[in-house]
């Protein structure tokens, strides 16, 4: 239930934010409450995944993705996930998830989303991969960013057969 109170907060919240561009790192804030801890008094495993969805939902939001995804039914799915949990959140702790567009290619988006703290070290860091679907099939990430009035970065594009780059993003940093 207090997932739904989190999705109305962010929803209102970027629905009254200025636009920021796609390439810019966006940050959605968060509290660990008791119903996100487990037996071990930090936050459950599960409960990143959630925060990581609806931080996604605040980027859509930020970046004008989200009225395209209703208005050309755009139906954003991820693809492939890769956490690394480095140190624990505790009940009533503040909360930062940063989530950047790395680069993408001729299918996917690859971001990544890093929980901070007022630490120095991250909570945890995410690889996600991303893709945006319609009836008709797959839609080129190219395609989605010139539909919501982004400059395309050529320097952020990975070609299909530059699998170093791809592996480079698996690798997640410590």
Sequence with gaps: MNLYFRLIRIWLKFSFAKKQGIYTPCVTRFRAYLRDIDFNLHVNNARYLSFMDLSRLDFLGKVGLLKLVFKHRLNPIVAAIDIKFIKEIKPFEAIEI???LDHFDHKYFYLTQTFQG?????FAVAKV????????GKV???EVIRLSGHEIRKD???DKDDSSAIENWRTISK
């Design 156 to 158: 952020l594009y990975v």
């Design 140 to 142: 080129p990430p190219e």
């Design 118 to 122: 007022k630490h120095d070290r991250p």
């Design 129 to 136: 991969r991303g893709i945006f679907v319609t009836a008709k």
């Design 98 to 100: 940063v989530t950047q």
